[in-house]
């Protein structure tokens, strides 16, 4: 039974000997077979799995294991390159690419000691918040009800990864936020999201989406294990110029679960017009754990919330029309050859790339375009710094903000999929901490009236993840969660 | 003294502005750590930053800031300390990410002077706009295949500085004498090798033509990558001339870029389907903008060496040298680092000439720089030396150069093997002087019948007689003396 292994009790059982990595990862092996239906992972890597298991059993032996992470077997997103190990980011571009070389994050979980048990499947190109737009098929959410017509979707564009964690394939996974695509799915599956401060995380070696919003972060089952696992993917990178040149805090050691004293901020603006009544009762229900706990709750002000969602939609296209055209069939990936340089290029990107990610690639080209940048791009830029700025000023006041995760719980296939306007909604929680570059964390709240899981997010203050976990870790507990 | 085009329909002029791509000498690429020499086997040179692998970031090369600054400070040009880098987007097969980094809006270097010498010994101001840092682009190869082009990026990624002038020149020789200038102080810098050959420096040239006392500018054409000074005249000359024409048969220039070809002597529209790029800068997300810290421009600042045109006023000022000769010394670093050498403890005007008359010419003949020079600077010195202290005649001393140029010998041993030092005892040149007019009686009778101009043939007899070494002045003085009393 592998859905009851957390890392901490992975790294506790392992520590005394009363499992090896070996079985932990055999285990693991034989779920993510079991699972397929799933489609969590585009990429499985049993050998692999089964090497880092031996050596991380023979480390431990020769008293030398390297810390918490140490043989756990986890899910890596397939936006991570590693080496050897064909990374495709769910794309027909790069279907068969297989890097020489490691990103920096999974390069850090391996050395860590950590498990890899596969690429997870995702949104093609990290654009999406269902998980259907994979060019390797969509993926099932594992709390689809038996015998149901269509599946749940487990959200996106980290949906592989949570279906692992949630399905019991993989104890913990990594996922990348660019928007919500970490917490989101979190919500939709009942496990912990989190998305660091942006430049915390490196970015180096992860399949670029939108280079000032992406960021690498944990999907795990407690808070505590988000703590554990992020340690290990954090930390300065000189080859990154985003990345932050400062030391890390002691994550783990920030879950706390306590609240007394701290100040709660719930902003007005993210009550939406016909917002379900289950998610405002279960944003209602989190103020009042808080408040129980010993936390003083404060209604706050962010004035331009509601411009964050249109903001996203030009600044992430933007900067992904850019970072996509190196797919150009000239050096690597899909080639799909043609008479000229451009009809190669016309074939190649418009076989290559899905329908999303076209339109998110024309998107971003017509708001950069001439005529249209001051319109759209800088203005963008503006209201961000806006966004950025209400955060600031809320911060003054309080020490962390508590909203929904997500306007609903996970919906089936074929649900909203005709209207991407309806899609971009399921991120309007989660977009501004992005596009100011907050720390934030989705902990499972509740459920609705189907028994689905629903999210409630914490956010607070740049390179303030100490109190982050400290409040999430509480509110974890309230909610019945964590250990 | 203006270039003016005589049309049909009047005078023309023409109206210059040149963006010089030169390549600043780092050791690694402008964003990543391969590479930037030149010349090795294709692909040798392409770190996976530059290759544009899936999650590749770049990352700034300090010493490529360090080179724009410096030659920001050679142009007198004023300094940003904040620039931004952003992002020009477009599709071609030798640019890896699909963009360039380079800086639009808020480049590393402002506005700037470069002072241009002409031939008739005025100089000239010519305004440089600004100078920004770029990644130049791979390198496509179109005749190795029938079907296919080839691409080398070796070259992607290597740090370019583009130096954009003002519209401020008005003729081929103004535009040539730009490119020198240019040339010379980012030699002299150290920044960028000059080297227009080996395409580490080269030049658009934008070239618009209107009726002489017409103040507005008429559409401008580029002609691109000209890898040549005389090119870059050529290309200037034609280009005016094909777009007077144009003009004058009724038409209109179309904005457009042109390549020359040096072969036919004419521009060409470019092959490529050239519609007008909408590069959609932005900055580039995946950096920070750069900020100088304070004491950073001061610092290098305080390195500059002496730059051309100070060198040419303190050679001028000091050492009385002539506009023009301090000019073609300073105009290359070498050159004048040499002169230096050579000209200490000597006339200044002497080793001049040797320099550019002699020396170049033999350089010249055999090919060389004066980095390969056979003669070194101390030894030249030392020759005019030994022409000072009357060791050896002017001619002599020709010969002794020739020597110089064989063995690279010094000059003061090639005269001791060679025992070739100038008579000066009175007594020993009398004594052949008395020996030549005995053995020509009938010319010593013809000079002293009234024919003074045939000293000259006694002359050359007794530097003969003497192997050239009799000192001349004291072998006329003597002959003047016995013949003419």
């Given at each position: 039974?592998?859905?009851?292994?957390?890392?901490?009790?992975?790294?506790?059982?392992?520590?005394?000997?009363?499992?090896?990595?070996?079985?932990?990862?055999?285990?693991?092996?034989?779920?993510?077979?079991?699972?397929?239906?799933?489609?969590?992972?585009?990429?499985?890597?049993?050998?692999?799995?089964?090497?880092?298991?031996?050596?991380?059993?023979?480390?431990?032996?020769?008293?030398?294991?390297?810390?918490?992470?140490?043989?756990?077997?986890?899910?890596?997103?397939?936006?991570?390159?590693?080496?050897?190990?064909?990374?495709?980011?769910?794309?027909?571009?790069?279907?068969?690419?297989?890097?020489?070389?490691?990103?920096?994050?999974?390069?850090?979980?391996?050395?860590?000691?950590?498990?890899?048990?596969?690429?997870?499947?995702?949104?093609?190109f990290?654009m999406?918040?269902?998980?259907?737009?994979?060019?390797?098929?969509?993926?099932?959410?594992?709390?689809?009800?038996?015998?149901?017509?269509?599946?749940?979707?487990?959200?996106?564009?980290?949906?592989?990864?949570?279906?692992?964690?949630?399905?019991?394939?993989?104890?913990?996974?990594?996922?990348?936020?660019t928007g919500?695509?970490?917490?989101?799915?979190?919500?939709?599956?009942?496990?912990?999201?989190?998305?660091?401060?942006?430049?915390?995380?490196?970015?180096?070696?992860?399949?670029a989406f939108a280079s000032s919003l992406?960021?690498?972060?944990?999907?795990?089952?407690?808070?505590?294990?988000?703590?554990?696992?992020?340690?290990?993917?954090?930390?300065?990178?000189?080859?990154?110029?985003?990345?932050?040149?400062?030391?890390?805090?002691?994550?783990?050691?920030?879950?706390?679960?306590?609240?007394?004293?701290?100040?709660?901020?719930?902003?007005?603006?993210?009550?939406?017009?016909?917002?379900?009544?289950?998610?405002?009762?279960?944003?209602?229900?989190?103020?009042?754990?808080?408040?129980?706990?010993?936390?003083?709750?404060?209604?706050?002000?962010?004035?331009?919330?509601?411009y964050a969602l249109p903001t996203y939609y030009i600044v992430a296209p933007a900067e992904a029309s850019s970072n996509l055209a190196?797919?150009?069939?000239?050096?690597?990936?899909?080639?799909?050859?043609?008479?000229?340089?451009?009809?190669?290029?016309?074939?190649?990107?418009?076989?290559?790339?899905?329908?999303e990610v076209q339109r998110r690639v024309l998107i971003g080209t017509y708001v950069l375009s001439a005529g249209y940048y001051d319109a759209y791009y800088v203005k963008a830029q503006q209201v961000r710094t806006?966004i950025?700025?209400?955060?600031?000023?809320?911060?003054?006041?309080?020490?962390?903000?508590?909203?929904?995760?997500?306007?609903?719980?996970?919906?089936?296939?074929?649900?909203?999929?005709?209207?991407p306007i309806?899609?971009y909604?399921?991120d309007?929680?989660?977009v501004?901490?992005s596009l100011?570059?907050?720390?934030?964390?989705?902990?499972?709240?509740?459920?609705?009236?189907?028994?689905?899981?629903?999210?409630?997010?914490?956010?607070?203050?740049?390179?303030?993840?100490?109190?982050?976990?400290?409040?999430?870790?509480?509110?974890?507990?309230?909610?019945?969660?964590?250990? | 003294?203006?270039?003016?085009?005589?049309?049909?329909?009047?005078?023309?002029?023409?109206?210059?502005?040149?963006?010089?791509?030169?390549?600043?000498?780092?050791?690694?690429?402008?964003?990543?750590?391969?590479?930037?020499?030149?010349?090795?086997?294709?692909?040798?040179?392409?770190?996976?930053?530059?290759?544009?692998?899936?999650?590749?970031?770049?990352?700034?090369?300090?010493?490529?800031?360090?080179?724009?600054?410096?030659?920001?400070?050679?142009?007198?040009?004023?300094?940003?300390?904040?620039?931004?880098?952003e992002r020009k987007n477009y599709?071609?097969?030798?640019?890896?990410?699909g963009y360039?980094?380079?800086?639009y809006l808020?480049?590393?270097?402002?506005?700037?002077?470069?002072?241009?010498?002409?031939?008739?010994?005025?100089?000239?101001?010519?305004?440089?706009?600004?100078?920004?840092?770029?990644?130049?682009?791979?390198?496509?190869?179109?005749?190795?295949?029938?079907?296919?082009?080839?691409?080398?990026?070796?070259?992607?990624?290597?740090?370019?500085?583009?130096?954009?002038?003002?519209?401020?020149?008005?003729?081929?020789?103004?535009?040539?004498?730009?490119?020198?200038?240019?040339?010379?102080?980012?030699?002299?810098?150290?920044?960028?090798?000059?080297?227009?050959?080996?395409?580490?420096?080269?030049?658009?040239?934008?070239?618009?033509?209107?009726?002489?006392?017409?103040?507005?500018?008429?559409?401008?054409?580029?002609?691109?990558?000209?890898?040549?000074?005389?090119?870059?005249?050529?290309?200037?000359?034609?280009?005016?001339?094909?777009?007077?024409?144009?003009?004058?048969?009724?038409?209109?220039?179309?904005?457009?870029?042109?390549?020359?070809?040096?072969?036919?002597?004419?521009?060409?529209?470019?092959?490529?389907?050239?519609?007008?790029h909408d590069y959609r800068y932005f900055p580039d997300p995946?950096?920070?903008?750069?900020?100088?810290?304070?004491?950073?421009?001061?610092?290098?600042?305080?390195?500059?060496?002496?730059?051309?045109?100070?060198?040419?006023?303190?050679?001028?000022?000091?050492?009385?040298?002539?506009?023009?000769?301090?000019?073609?010394?300073?105009?290359?670093?070498?050159?004048?680092?040499?002169?230096?050498?050579?000209?200490?403890?000597?006339?200044?005007?002497?080793?001049?000439?040797?320099?550019?008359?002699?020396?170049?010419?033999?350089?010249?003949?055999?090919?060389?720089?004066?980095?390969?020079?056979?003669?070194?600077?101390?030894?030249?010195?030392?020759?005019?030396?030994?022409?000072?202290?009357?060791?050896?005649?002017?001619?002599?001393?020709?010969?002794?150069?020739?020597?110089?140029?064989?063995?690279?010998?010094?000059?003061?041993?090639?005269?001791?093997?060679?025992?070739?030092?100038?008579?000066?005892?009175?007594?020993?040149?009398?004594?052949?002087?008395?020996?030549?007019?005995?053995?020509?009686?009938?010319?010593?009778?013809?000079?002293?019948?009234?024919?003074?101009?045939?000293?000259?043939?006694?002359?050359?007899?007794?530097?003969?007689?003497?192997?050239?070494?009799?000192?001349?002045?004291?072998?006329?003085?003597?002959?003047?003396?016995?013949?003419?009393?």
């Amino acid at each position: 039974m592998t859905n009851k292994w957390t890392i901490a009790a992975a790294a506790d059982a392992l520590e005394k000997g009363e499992v090896s990595s070996v079985e932990l990862t055999d285990a693991h092996i034989a779920a993510v077979e079991a699972g397929r239906s799933l489609n969590a992972f585009i990429t499985e890597t049993p050998e692999i799995a089964r090497e880092r298991a031996a050596a991380s059993d023979a480390r431990r032996a020769a008293g030398e294991a390297a810390g918490p992470m140490d043989g756990v077997p986890i899910a890596m997103k397939d936006l991570f390159c590693t080496e050897g190990v064909r990374t495709t980011a769910a794309s027909h571009i790069l279907e068969n690419f297989v890097p020489t070389y490691e990103s920096t994050v999974s390069g850090n979980l391996r050395d860590a000691g950590a498990v890899m048990l596969g690429k997870s499947n995702l949104d093609e190109f990290a654009m999406g918040s269902a998980n259907i737009t994979s060019y390797f098929g969509s993926v099932k959410n594992p709390l689809t009800p038996d015998g149901a017509n269509t599946n749940l979707v487990p959200g996106g564009s980290s949906g592989g990864s949570v279906a692992a964690v949630a399905g019991g394939l993989a104890i913990a996974a990594t996922g990348t936020d660019t928007g919500g695509s970490i917490r989101q799915p979190a919500s939709f599956t009942g496990l912990v999201g989190m998305k660091p401060t942006y430049g915390r995380c490196s970015r180096w070696g992860v399949v670029a989406f939108a280079s000032s919003l992406d960021q690498p972060g944990p999907l795990t089952k407690t808070v505590e294990d988000a703590a554990i696992m992020l340690q290990s993917m954090a930390g300065y990178d000189p080859k990154d110029s985003t990345s932050l040149p400062m030391d890390l805090p002691d994550f783990r050691a920030a879950c706390t679960r306590d609240v007394k004293g701290m100040k709660v901020g719930i902003p007005k603006e993210y009550t939406l017009d016909g917002m379900p009544d289950e998610i405002q009762k279960l944003w209602d229900q989190g103020v009042a754990w808080m408040k129980d706990m010993g936390a003083e709750t404060v209604e706050v002000s962010l004035p331009h919330t509601k411009y964050a969602l249109p903001t996203y939609y030009i600044v992430a296209p933007a900067e992904a029309s850019s970072n996509l055209a190196r797919y150009d069939g000239v050096r690597y990936g899909l080639r799909v050859p043609g008479d000229s340089l451009d009809e190669m290029y016309e074939l190649t990107r418009g076989e290559g790339f899905g329908e999303e990610v076209q339109r998110r690639v024309l998107i971003g080209t017509y708001v950069l375009s001439a005529g249209y940048y001051d319109a759209y791009y800088v203005k963008a830029q503006q209201v961000r710094t806006l966004i950025a700025r209400d955060f600031q000023n809320a911060f003054a006041d309080v020490d962390v903000l508590l909203t929904p995760t997500a306007p609903s719980a996970a919906f089936y296939e074929g649900e909203k999929m005709d209207d991407p306007i309806a899609m971009y909604l399921n991120d309007v929680f989660t977009v501004p901490a992005s596009l100011a570059g907050l720390p934030a964390i989705s902990v499972p709240g509740g459920t609705d009236a189907d028994g689905l899981p629903l999210g409630l997010q914490l956010i607070t203050g740049v390179c303030q993840e100490e109190a982050l976990f400290r409040a999430a870790s509480a509110l974890e507990m309230a909610a019945g969660g964590g250990r | 003294m203006s270039y003016i085009i005589q049309g049909e329909t009047g005078d023309w002029e023409v109206v210059i502005g040149l963006e010089v791509h030169a390549q600043a000498i780092t050791n690694a690429k402008l964003f990543s750590g391969a590479s930037a020499s030149f010349g090795s086997a294709p692909n040798e040179n392409v770190s996976l930053v530059d290759a544009a692998m899936p999650g590749m970031l770049p990352v700034i090369n300090k010493k490529a800031i360090e080179q724009a600054v410096r030659t920001g400070l050679g142009l007198r040009a004023q300094i940003n300390d904040y620039s931004v880098f952003e992002r020009k987007n477009y599709f071609y097969a030798d640019l890896p990410q699909g963009y360039q980094i380079s800086q639009y809006l808020h480049p590393i270097v402002g506005e700037g002077t470069v002072t241009i010498d002409l031939e008739d010994g005025t100089s000239r101001d010519i305004g440089v706009e600004r100078l920004h840092l770029e990644q130049d682009a791979g390198k496509s190869v179109h005749d190795q295949d029938p079907k296919r082009s080839m691409i080398d990026l070796n070259r992607s990624g290597v740090v370019l500085m583009e130096i954009v002038s003002k519209p401020d020149m008005r003729s081929p020789e103004e535009a040539g004498a730009y490119v020198r200038k240019l040339r010379a102080i980012v030699r002299y810098l150290g920044t960028c090798d000059g080297n227009m050959e080996e395409g580490s420096m080269r030049a658009d040239v934008n070239v618009s033509v209107r009726k002489v006392g017409e103040s507005d500018l008429r559409t401008r054409v580029e002609v691109k990558n000209v890898n040549s000074v005389r090119f870059v005249m050529q290309a200037i000359e034609v280009e005016a001339e094909r777009q007077v024409e144009v003009w004058e048969e009724g038409g209109e220039v179309v904005q457009e870029t042109r390549l020359f070809d040096p072969n036919k002597g004419e521009t060409r529209a470019m092959r490529t389907k050239e519609f007008a790029h909408d590069y959609r800068y932005f900055p580039d997300p995946d950096l920070l903008p750069v900020k100088l810290e304070p004491g950073f421009v001061d610092e290098i600042r305080s390195t500059l060496p002496e730059l051309p045109d100070e060198k040419k006023a303190r050679l001028m000022a000091d050492l009385g040298l002539s506009a023009y000769d301090a000019g073609v010394i300073v105009a290359d670093r070498d050159t004048a680092a040499y002169f230096e050498e050579a000209a200490e403890g000597h006339d200044a005007k002497t080793v001049t000439n040797w320099l550019t008359t002699n020396l170049f010419g033999a350089l010249n003949r055999r090919g060389l720089d004066i980095g390969d020079s056979p003669v070194s600077a101390r030894h030249l010195g030392e020759l005019v030396g030994l022409i000072e202290d009357e060791t050896i005649s002017t001619k002599i001393a020709k010969d002794v150069f020739e020597d110089m140029l064989e063995t690279s010998k010094s000059p003061g041993d090639i005269v001791e093997e060679k025992g070739l030092k100038q008579i000066t005892d009175t007594g020993a040149i009398e004594a052949i002087v008395d020996q030549v007019i005995v053995d020509n009686p009938g010319q010593a009778e013809d000079v002293r019948g009234g024919n003074e101009k045939a000293i000259g043939w006694f002359v050359g007899q007794v530097m003969k007689a003497s192997q050239g070494k009799a000192n001349p002045g004291q072998v006329n003085q003597l002959l003047r003396a016995k013949l003419l009393g």
